[in-house]
């Protein structure tokens, strides 16, 4: 196929994070049809990041099964699809490798698909926004231990929302926040994540809820949710061929500990209640 490939990303465009960096596949729309990317456009290719390090591809996994997670519990949310690919350097400088990745669902696609459009903003107040998908989202980023994101505001130097996710719905409502780009959460604990200064945890590892303050009964929804999805989130991570096992006892861990969080009334309250952001 005659496409483009573009560089992307912000961090891991660094070649001092990456020495082979995200790109952005863009596909010849009218040349499409009778493939498997008829209709599609520009597409997101999440890569391994570091080559000759196997760790990085544990990485790409890992955060492959973040977006999937967050399908099964919401179809507000990024599909995503894993995939090998091969990379031959056209001018023959380099060798051909063979690398995992996987590609995400475009913004305009996954807004059609729930009856909305991408809506491109500054910045939106919290109670502009739907509460209950909201919290759904803010519970999600503290089960991954993901703090870098902001469902309210652009990242610096930026002039649309959000950091690190997009705003779907309707200028008249509801607004929806759709996150991604997690390879910073303390799940995937990747060796080069960082911890913001303003956030104050000493690893990525730590969990802090960043959520915003709702009804009691908003919360308990969301935790009702999450309990029933537990077994078939469970079994993601469990089933997927190349994840190491020592991941996978990793990343059962660190939700064990989420969902005794969520399953105890006095860690709820000390932990996510307490913790919450009071706006208004």
């Not at 500054?122 to 980023?141: A, C, G, H, K, T």
């Not at 994540?193 to 809820?209: D, K, S």
Request: aromatic residues 10%; hydrophobic residues 35%; proline residues 3%.
């Amino acid at each position: 196929m005659d496409l483009k490939v573009e560089l992307r990303g912000n961090n891991r465009r660094r070649s001092s994070v990456c020495n082979f960096p995200p790109l952005r596949l863009d596909f010849p729309r009218s040349e499409m049809d009778g493939t498997i990317f008829e209709n599609q456009n520009r597409i997101k290719l999440v890569t391994h990041c570091q080559t000759g390090r196997e760790r990085y591809g544990q990485y790409v996994l890992l955060e492959y099964l973040i977006y999937r997670a967050l399908n099964v519990l919401t179809d507000l949310s990024f599909r995503v699809r894993l995939a090998d690919f091969t990379y031959v350097d056209s001018e023959g400088k380099k060798d051909t490798i063979s690398r995992v990745g996987f590609l995400i669902e475009d913004d305009d696609d996954m807004a059609e698909r729930n009856g909305w459009e991408v809506l491109e903003i500054p910045m939106i107040s919290p109670f502009e926004m739907d509460s209950r998908q909201l919290n759904l989202v803010e519970l999600f980023q503290y089960m991954i231990g993901h703090t870098d994101w902001s469902a309210f505001m652009g990242q610096e130097g930026k002039d649309t929302c959000c950091h690190n996710g997009r705003l779907i719905g309707s200028f008249a409502g509801p607004v929806y926040a759709v996150p991604y780009d997690f390879d910073f959460a303390g799940l995937i604990n990747a060796r080069y994540a960082q911890v913001a200064e303003a956030i104050g945890t000493r690893t990525v590892r730590q969990r802090m809820y960043r959520g915003v303050c709702h009804q009691d009964e908003i919360l308990q929804g969301s935790i009702e949710k999450y309990i029933e999805a537990k077994e078939t989130i469970y079994e993601l991570f469990e089933g997927v061929d190349g994840l190491e096992d020592r991941q996978v006892d990793q990343v059962t861990d660190y939700l064990d500990d989420f969902y005794k969080t969520i399953t105890d009334p006095s860690r709820v309250r000390r932990n996510i209640a307490r913790q919450c952001r009071r706006v208004g």
